[in-house]
């Protein structure tokens, strides 16, 4: 929850100051912990607004969505693993 709040907290900083924020994603455990702990921390903060950032998969590889390899497939779908 504290990284959450990290995030929330630099991104409404980002937006107030530039109007977008920027944040590298890679996977792994990760992916859960945003995805459990994020949408809580975001309903705190309308500020953040979250239509304003730009995601970059840090660690994504060269393989579809479904694969179980897929940084980006695994958080489309909001868990560790793609499925």
Same mark, same amino acid.
């Given at each position: 929850a %504290? !990284? ?5 907290? %630099?991104? %409404? ?5 530039? *109007?977008?924020?920027?944040l #590298?994603?890679? *996977? *792994?455990? !990760? ?6 702990? !994020?949408?809580?921390? !975001?309903? /705190? ?7 304003r950032?730009?995601? %970059?998969?840090? /660690? ?12 980006? #497939?695994?958080y489309?779908? #909001?868990?560790?693993r793609? #499925?």
């Amino acid at each position: 929850a %504290a !990284l959450a709040r990290l995030v929330v907290e %630099a991104a %409404a900083e980002a937006v107030a100051s530039s *109007g977008r924020f920027t944040l #590298g994603l890679s *996977g *792994g455990s !990760l992916v859960e912990l945003l995805a459990r702990e !994020l949408p809580p921390a !975001l309903r /705190d903060a309308p500020e953040a607004d979250p239509s304003r950032w730009l995601l %970059a998969f840090c /660690d994504e590889r060269l393989v579809p969505p479904e694969h179980p390899d897929s940084t980006y #497939g695994a958080y489309r779908v #909001g868990r560790g693993r793609p #499925g």
